[in-house]
């Protein structure tokens, strides 16, 4: 979209503007056979299936498995099991299955029927009006269980060290962990946890410590955390800003919610179906009491040179993460974009920086290396 006063009226997602389409140049791609396809069940219950390839070797790694989306582009491209495929990374980074070699078939390929029941739990799969993907409905299932409380507990949502997907899965199969309030309840099973492997009172004191310590985080983290369909990290960061509480957040209407800007009518339509589930307000109430914090205290802005000034972030930077980097601009009264334009005041760049560094300095827009950035920041909020 070239006009500026339409970029920020369509806005941004957390990761990219949604008025600009990036081309790459085209992905290194191999050729090998599906295996079997099998169905993965997120924290959503969403059901995805993939490919079980024989291994291969795609840009640098091996790959064995392959993501194939939903059952429409299983069925779109005519993908079936013991085909040869073509394969590449998406991104650089995720294995995909571009699409079958016909001309390899024989007698031996079976077509995929995608499945009508969850492969974990064998509730009956459901299918939402005008989207694409099946999905498990049952909150009882355990990988809709495990997957939900593992996301949780991750460093974007309640960041609590030491409760990983893997971990999350022992303590599950161990009975401790049956749903996300169990969280606040692991303090009062010391002699069990301390029994599992790989256990000892210095990891479990540490977990305790992670858990008590992020009660204090504020409304956005909480509401990321809690997995509602179609609420992302920003999303749950406007919701969190423009309620202030979780209380009348959860009384606000479709047409309140979808009115605020980059809310829209899927989104409002997912947070109110989220709020009207029993078992959701329950979950919430036992929060409450476990002594989560449900409120959200808007930051004083620290006055500095990036106050209402508009940031861009590039490379790799290897002392703070992305998110880290943004949240300290933010606290700073910087606004954070995905993208440089005219606009951009500063570009702070790490190893590595490409296309964004270099259209930063055809415009003559200040730039500050990772270093000088850490420098600023230790000043800054000493």
């Known amino acids: 979209m070239n006009d500026y006063f339409l970029q920020e009226e369509l806005g941004y997602t957390v990761k990219t503007p949604k008025w600009a389409i990036a081309y790459k140049f085209p992905a290194e ?5 599906i295996n079997d396809i099998f169905i993965s069940v997120g924290r959503t219950g969403r059901c995805t299936p993939n490919a079980v390839l024989e291994p291969v070797r795609i840009a640098g790694s091996t790959v064995s498995a392959a993501t194939l989306h939903n059952a429409e582009m299983i069925e779109s491209k005519d993908i079936r099991i013991n085909d040869y495929v073509i394969v590449h990374k998406a991104g650089d980074i995720i294995p995909e299955v571009i699409s079958s070699i016909k001309d390899k078939r024989d007698s031996s390929q079976i077509p995929y029927v995608f499945p009508t029941n969850c492969p974990v739990c064998n509730m009956k799969l459901h299918k939402f009006e005008n989207e694409v993907d099946h999905y498990c409905v049952n909150a009882d299932c355990p990988a809709r269980i495990i997957t939900s409380i593992a996301h949780f507990a991750s460093r974007d949502a309640m960041n609590i060290e030491g409760l990983g997907e893997k971990r999350v899965e022992q303590m599950h199969n161990e009975g401790l962990l049956k749903t996300v309030a169990d969280i606040y309840r692991l303090k009062d099973e010391k002699e069990k946890i301390l029994s599992m492997e790989k256990f000892g009172e210095k990891s479990y004191t540490n977990l305790i410590n992670a858990v008590e310590k992020s009660k204090s985080n504020p ?12 609420v992302g990290s920003k999303a749950a960061k406007i919701l969190a800003s423009t309620y202030g509480n979780i209380d009348t957040l959860m009384n606000m209407k479709n047409e309140e919610l979808s009115s605020i800007k980059d809310i829209g009518d899927i989104t409002a339509d997912a947070i109110t179906t989220f709020f009207e589930d029993e078992a959701n307000l329950h979950l919430i109430k036992s929060l409450k ?16 040179v990036f106050t209402n000034k508009t940031c861009v972030l590039t490379g790799s930077l290897s002392l703070l993460t992305r998110n880290e980097a943004q949240e300290k601009l933010e606290s700073l009264g910087a606004s954070v974009s995905s993208s440089v334009s005219k606009k951009t005041d ?6 590595n920086a490409g296309s964004k560094l270099r259209k930063a300095i055809e415009l003559g827009i200040d730039t500050i290396s990772e270093e000088d950035f850490m420098d600023i920041l230790n000043n800054v909020l000493k």
Do not use: C, H, W
């Open 219 to 230: 409304l956005d983290k909480l509401l990321f955390g809690l997995g509602i369909r179609q």
């Open 29 to 33: 791609q191999a050729i090998t056979r």
């Open 289 to 304: 009491d476990a002594g989560v914090n449900m409120t959200y205290q808007k930051e004083e802005k620290t006055e500095s």
């Open 346 to 351: 500063y570009v702070i760049y790490g190893e």
